[in-house]
């Protein structure tokens, strides 16, 4: 599935507020949008600590999560496609038989040395997965197929390692940005829900469950963090320089609030969200 599908929508002043902002952000980072330094440098030793702070990332795998303990409280394979630094490991009991994959080697050294015994982690990517078929029951791809030039094979491929009846959850953007936008993110495309549809449906699963992606809620945390990050580029210029605002008691109950409230409202429908739960057919 080559083509781009993006909201009807005219692009208004927030998104073109967001535009002007990535282009300042990725300016001094131009050079790493080339493959394959784009997956080898994306994360610097700040970047870690942004990532593994973040409140963004609490949400998605805390509905990962839920999901494993409501499917498998006996246990399951599960494996991370594009696992970065192996952060879903770190929200899954101790009963997941955990396997990550990703196709940068630095990321894997920082996910091995931050996981649990039993876990494995592989070097790979699409098209071909360094998995058996049917040896899943469990495949996590969070925010990855955009980065994929044959998205559709892709998600072929998730299908093949599944066993029948497993489950895939997988999310994608949804948002609508033109080319630029994405060029500078490093997406090849964006989605639509109908769009997520067509496209897993094509691949041997069907959606049965949709989680809200509280795209307001995310928009306003994405100025509020840039706020904050001002903050700690301005304190690390006073002279400490490892200071994160991400380690700050005031950020981490800001981050407990807004999740409780975020988990409170999970249960609301979303239509238009592009984070889903996807099953396996049986035969």
Same mark, same amino acid.
Not at 126 to 141: G, N, Q
Not at 175 to 180: G, Q
Not at 235 to 262: E, K, P
């Given at each position: 599935?080559?083509?781009?599908?993006?909201?009807?929508?005219? %692009? *208004?002043?927030?998104?073109?507020?967001?535009?002007? &902002?990535?282009?300042?952000?990725?300016?001094?980072?131009?050079?790493?949008?080339? %493959?394959?330094?784009?997956?080898?440098?994306?994360?610097?030793?700040?970047?870690?600590?942004?990532?593994?702070?973040?409140?963004?990332?609490?949400?998605?795998?805390?509905?990962?999560?839920?999901?494993?303990?409501?499917?498998?409280?006996?246990?399951?394979?599960?494996?991370?496609?594009?696992? *970065?630094?192996?952060?879903?490991?770190? $929200?899954? %009991?101790?009963?997941?038989?955990?396997?990550?994959?990703?196709?940068?080697?630095?990321?894997?050294?920082?996910?091995?040395?931050? +996981?649990?015994?039993?876990?494995?982690?592989?070097?790979?990517?699409?098209?071909?997965?360094?998995?058996? %078929?049917?040896?899943?029951?469990?495949?996590?791809? &969070?925010?990855?197929?955009?980065?994929?030039?044959?998205?559709?094979?892709?998600?072929?491929?998730?299908?093949?390692?599944?066993?029948?009846?497993?489950?895939?959850?997988?999310?994608?953007?949804?948002?609508?940005?033109? +080319?630029? $936008?994405?060029?500078?993110? *490093?997406?090849?495309?964006?989605?639509?829900?109908? +769009?997520?549809?067509?496209?897993?449906?094509?691949?041997?699963?069907?959606?049965?469950?949709?989680?809200?992606?509280?795209?307001?809620?995310? /928009?306003?945390?994405?100025?509020? $963090?840039?706020?904050?990050?001002?903050?700690?580029?301005?304190?690390? *210029?006073?002279? /400490?320089?490892?200071?994160?605002?991400?380690?700050?008691?005031? $950020?981490?109950?800001?981050?407990?609030?807004?999740?409780?409230?975020?988990?409170?409202?999970?249960?609301?429908?979303?239509?238009?969200?592009?984070?889903?739960?996807?099953?396996?057919?049986?035969?």
């Amino acid at each position: 599935m080559k083509a781009t599908a993006v909201s009807s929508r005219e %692009p *208004g002043f927030l998104d073109r507020l967001d535009l002007a &902002l990535l282009r300042v952000a990725k300016r001094r980072r131009e050079h790493l949008m080339r %493959p394959p330094d784009f997956y080898e440098a994306f994360f610097t030793a700040d970047d870690v600590r942004k990532s593994l702070g973040d409140v963004r990332h609490d949400w998605r795998f805390g509905v990962l999560r839920r999901v494993y303990e409501r499917l498998f409280p006996g246990g399951a394979d599960v494996v991370d496609v594009g696992c *970065g630094l192996g952060t879903a490991l770190l $929200y899954l %009991p101790e009963s997941a038989r955990f396997v990550g994959v990703d196709v940068s080697a630095r990321s894997l050294a920082t996910a091995r040395a931050r +996981s649990r015994g039993g876990a494995e982690f592989r070097r790979g990517g699409f098209p071909s997965l360094p998995a058996e %078929p049917a040896s899943f029951d469990l495949a996590v791809c &969070l925010e990855v197929l955009e980065h994929v030039e044959d998205d559709e094979q892709a998600v072929r491929e998730l299908c093949r390692i599944l066993r029948p009846g497993g489950y895939l959850l997988v999310s994608v953007p949804g948002t609508h940005y033109w +080319s630029e $936008y994405r060029r500078l993110i *490093g997406h090849l495309r964006h989605y639509s829900a109908a +769009s997520l549809d067509d496209l897993v449906a094509a691949t041997g699963f069907e959606v049965v469950e949709r989680f809200p992606q509280f795209t307001r809620v995310w /928009r306003a945390y994405h100025y509020l $963090y840039l706020g904050l990050r001002m903050v700690e580029i301005g304190v690390r *210029g006073a002279g /400490r320089r490892d200071w994160s605002i991400f380690d700050s008691a005031g $950020y981490q109950r800001l981050s407990a609030r807004l999740l409780r409230r975020l988990e409170a409202r999970s249960g609301a429908p979303d239509p238009a969200s592009t984070f889903v739960l996807c099953r396996k057919a049986t035969t």
